[in-house]
């Protein structure tokens, strides 16, 4: 009985935290949904077993009244139970199924100006260097992408960046000095400084690829919201963003293409991404609906704890193909790369 009461008060907990998504326990909730959602169905379906072995056994000294309450306890926990697993796991196919902000890969129309872009969140500690430089290598992009680039890093993979890439795009923000940095085929302008976010706490960097139809380009790298303090930290980064991304805008020549990729922190079901979409005025869309989720950490061996947090946005004029999800040694996060041309 005890048990039931606590399952009861847990579903009642998990209830009100659906109409506080905005809270720091809702959001580390949701974050990862899946497990929640599949939780929640495991959970009902349990209970539905106990509730059929109740209903077909009965003991000699159980009260009437006593085994009547247990019996519609344990339907009315088993149903709730089912009927929140399937709303959550509907909000998490939602985002790879449905919805009006499909972006579908396409045959691009020339291949003279597609760009080859991949991306990475290498971690920072990670020191499997060759393995990163053979798939570079293997993918033979025009652009790479890297956030958590740290010192050694550099020393490590110095001459090779500089032999294939020549232009170079770097942005160091944290105590570590661990940050993003861009290697290009093609010249790169840094527009960052031209906007008033104070040096070291600027979360993304913003420069102009000079490539035959110029390409802008967002590379984002949030605080992750593993306490209050970076939760609101990392919300405030989304803010800050947003404001200065539609500022830039205007700056921009009408219709300018737009590439945002990047590890937001920021998983699709929250409800920060949606406050984070809507503010940018469909101005680019996420070209990772219908894709797998990118981040994985594995809090034990053989208990991998999944999490889509990296996202790319592209303006809707701009044709992608090739959209592909790898997986780098050393790093708790998946690259991304893909092809994009206007």
Known sequence: MIFL??????????????FFRESFVAELLISFLPYVAGGLLVLGSILLFLLGKKITTSKANQQPHRRKFEISLLALLAFRSIGMGIHYGGEFFDFYTFGGEQFQQQTLPTQEQAIKIYYANILYTNEDYLSLQQQIEAYEPDVVVLVEFSPHHDTQMKEYFQEKFPYINRNSRSMGLAGDIVFSKYPIKDLSMNYPTPAGKRKYSYFLLETQTPLYFYVVH??????IKNF???NNQLKKL???FLLQSTKRTPNAS???VGDFNLTPWSAFYHTFQQALSGQVVNIFKG??????????????????????FLSSQLNVSALEVGNLSGSDHNPIMFTVAP
Do not use: W
């Open 242 to 244: 947003c404001e200065e």
């Open 222 to 227: 949030t605080s992750a919201p593993v306490s």
């Open 291 to 312: 894709t797998p989720p990118t981040f994985t950490r594995s809090l034990r061996k053989n208990m991998p704890l999944v999490a889509h947090i990296d996202h790319v």
């Open 258 to 260: 737009v590439v945002m």
């Open 232 to 234: 609101q930290m990392r």
């Open 5 to 18: 009461l606590l399952i009861n008060i847990g579903l009642i907990v998990l209830t009100l935290l659906y």
